[in-house]
């Protein structure tokens, strides 16, 4: 009884799993910088975690996790409430629809697809915040966060990769 | 065999439906969340609070890997400047002492003035250091969440400084955490002047790490280099507390550079001038009652 109660614990922490570990990356990003170099080099690294696991394990990211990563987003930042949910789950929708154009596809490929979903994200994001406070939005700084969220992709994917390598292992 | 593939294709219709629907509908609650926030939901604004206070301690917890590395480095750096910093210090020191004299002086000096004067000095300030928790720097928004636990004397809009100047205001109080938007953001709109020439202007954040200054005079004579302060105009900073200096002057572009640097700040100095306090307001009346 007692087993299955932790096998059960254990297999509902590892379908938690993406939704854990893209929430600390989210976190993460809002530690004080311990160097001085400017703040625009902070990747979005919750639109590469909503990225990289709606495309390899949309089982078990559903819509609701990525509407409450963009919630999460949202409360810990000062931009307007809804902004950070709408850039996500802009993503969530890209990538659904581009899936076929995914699949089977090399790395640089879907680095690629990723710049191509995350631009858009980032400007649909820039569009309405850009409305709600009814002004534009300078876009120099958002030129770099979206260049050096790009560079970023690879390292964040690649630690996403070990922990979808350790869930199917773990899955048989 | 056959029904049961038509209620499968059945099913599977039904789930893609409800997929689309969630799909429509949470887009419909993030557009209706910004609404709120436009119009200054208190429910949004408490729920803001709450859930800040939830994950702030996750964030605090995430940065101790990140301290050690810090603290490490600036270890040998310190080690290696200390002869050098020795010196600079007791020069310092040294200039300390006399400006204190000085300003001892003309404490005494300004008393005795105020006495003459029947003057009503204003009330003594109030301020709490807090530690920054979490910081958060991109082309939406510039803020800083810092811990504030159960203080009280934190209300929206006092004024945030660093060891060098101002650098925001409060924003959102909560019972931990509070939350400071920068002088740098988009929404930050703070009335300033020249310190030598008292020409007035509007420094505004634009999401950049460099304000800018508006709504100056067209004659203004303005140089590079000038130091801006606040100007006291609407009561919610008082005068004369240093923010920066410009640092270009292009038409219509009147750059400010702060002088704290926003990007490394560990800790903060949130100050109650008692600016619009109505209970102090009640004091002054008390005592110019007495005073008849």
């Not at chain 1, 120099?140 to 390292?155: G, K, W």
């Not at chain 2, 439906?17 to 209706?32: D, E, R």
């Not at chain 2, 939830?54 to 002869?83: C, G, Q, W």
Request: contains cysteine.
């Amino acid at each position: 009884m007692r087993d299955d109660l932790k096998e059960n614990m254990k297999w509902s922490l590892q379908k938690l799993m993406p939704f854990i570990l893209s929430l600390i990356f989210i976190l993460f990003n809002y530690i004080p910088s311990i160097f001085s170099f400017p703040n625009i080099f902070r990747p979005a690294v919750g639109l590469i975690c909503v990225f990289y696991w709606v495309l390899h394990r949309s089982d078990l990211f559903n819509i609701f996790m990525v509407f409450f990563l963009g919630f999460i987003s949202d409360i810990m930042s000062s931009a307007p409430m809804g902004a950070d949910i709408i850039a996500f789950l802009t993503v969530y929708v890209l990538v659904n629809n581009m899936f076929s154009f995914f699949n089977n596809k090399p790395f640089i490929a879907i680095w690629c697809g990723f710049s191509f979903i995350f631009i858009s994200a980032e400007f649909i994001k820039w569009l309405v915040v850009s409305v709600y406070y009814s002004q534009f939005v300078p876009m120099n700084s958002l030129f770099f966060t979206i260049l050096f969220t790009i560079a970023c992709y690879p390292i964040i994917g690649f630690i996403n990769d070990g922990a979808r390598k350790y869930l199917m292992n773990d899955e048989g | 065999m056959k029904r049961r593939r038509v209620l499968f294709v059945h099913l599977s219709r039904i789930r893609l439906m409800v997929k689309k629907f969630a799909i429509v509908l949470l887009f419909f609650i993030a557009f209706v969340m910004m609404m709120f926030n436009k119009a200054d939901n208190v429910l949004i604004d408490k729920t803001s609070s709450v859930a800040a206070d939830f994950f702030s301690p996750i964030v605090e917890f995430l940065t101790i890997p990140a301290k050690m590395v810090s603290s490490a480095l600036n270890y040998f750096y310190d080690f290696h400047n200390i002869r050098e910093e020795n010196e600079k210090l007791r020069k310092e020191n040294q200039e300390l002492v006399i400006k204190n004299s000085r300003a001892n002086s003309l404490e005494v000096e300004n008393r005795l003035l105020g006495k003459l004067l029947n003057y009503i000095p204003p009330k003594g300030i109030s301020f709490l250091t807090a530690k920054v928790v979490a910081e958060e720097g991109n082309a939406f928004s510039r803020a800083l969440i810092v811990y504030t636990v159960g203080n009280k004397m934190i209300k929206k809009g006092q004024v945030v400084l660093s060891d060098s100047g101002v650098i925001g205001r409060v924003e959102k109080v909560g019972s931990v955490y509070s939350k400071i938007l920068l002088v740098t953001d988009i929404n930050s709109k703070i009335p300033v002047m020249i310190e030598k020439s008292r020409v007035r202007g509007i420094l505004s954040g634009d999401n950049t790490s460099i304000p800018k200054l508006i709504f100056t005079p067209l004659e203004a004579q303005l140089n590079v280099g000038d130091r801006i302060v606040t100007s006291g105009v609407a009561g919610v900073f008082p005068p004369g507390l240093p923010i920066g200096k410009i640092i270009s002057t292009q038409k219509n572009n009147i750059k400010v550079k702060t002088f704290s640097d926003l990007d490394l700040i560990e800790y903060v100095r949130i100050v109650d001038y008692h600016l619009a306090d109505v209970s102090y307001e009640e004091d002054i009346q008390k005592e110019r009652g007495k005073d008849n």
